[in-house]
């Protein structure tokens, strides 16, 4: 089976905007590869002047969140790394069965790389809360480096964005029948890895060989 993979352009976040950006990310590539009707539900950032939609299923967004969380963990775990999230769609073919055992093979069809290269600055008490946009100003010159590297993030965000819309607009004849099965999205996976990782960026495509049952989402 073909398998298309798309690196999104890597965006350069400070730790309180990693759960915004990757929300606004997952979702939208969820919303483009959803499976039927769904009910689109808009959601503006809170940092940045950009709204997104999601698929309007609150499974889904629980499991995109607990997703984030653990990339967050790996974040505190692990600073001054480069970090990359692996979204994988793939079908499920049952193989053949022996007498104790029943294979079912994950046939890989759409992988996204999101690449985050978070700054090492001090972080809020809690990254799981809103993020306010206030902050202690210490002087008139940092205030404007701020929103200027703020301004520079959001434009890199709209071109990852608009990069996804191109994707799924230009490729198409790889995406698999339907499933028969429940929930908005067709079979998936996230992965977390960083460069401290010894394959950084390459798990996924040796798992695009192998066969029996990746971790899911749980």
Avoid at 96 to 124: D, G, M, R, S
Wanted: glycine share 4%; charged share 30%.
């Amino acid at each position: 089976m073909n398998c298309e993979v798309c690196q999104l352009k890597e965006l350069d976040v400070e730790y309180f905007e990693i759960r915004e950006v990757l929300r606004c990310i997952l979702h939208t590539i969820f919303f483009h590869r959803a499976l039927g009707l769904v009910r689109p539900k808009d959601v503006d950032l809170e940092l940045f002047e950009i709204t997104y939609v999601q698929c309007g299923d609150a499974e889904l967004e629980k499991k995109v969140d607990e997703k984030i969380d653990q990339f967050i963990d790996k974040v505190e775990k692990h600073p001054n790394k480069k970090n990359q999230i692996c979204l994988s769609f793939f079908e499920v073919k049952n193989k053949q069965a022996t007498w104790f055992t029943h294979k079912v093979e994950h046939l890989y069809w759409e992988q996204w790389y999101i690449n985050l290269n978070v700054a090492q600055h001090p972080k809020p008490h809690s990254g799981k809360t809103h993020y306010s946009k206030l902050v202690v100003d210490p002087g008139e010159s940092a205030s404007e480096e701020r929103s200027a590297r703020r301004a520079t993030l959001e434009s890199a965000l709209h071109e990852v964005l608009f990069q996804i819309i191109k994707f799924v607009n230009e490729k198409k004849d790889h995406i698999p029948p339907i499933p028969n099965v429940e929930g908005v999205s067709f079979p998936y996976e996230i992965t977390i890895s960083s460069s401290s990782d010894s394959a950084f960026g390459m798990d996924m495509f040796r798992k695009m060989l192998q066969t029996g049952h990746p971790t899911m989402l749980s």
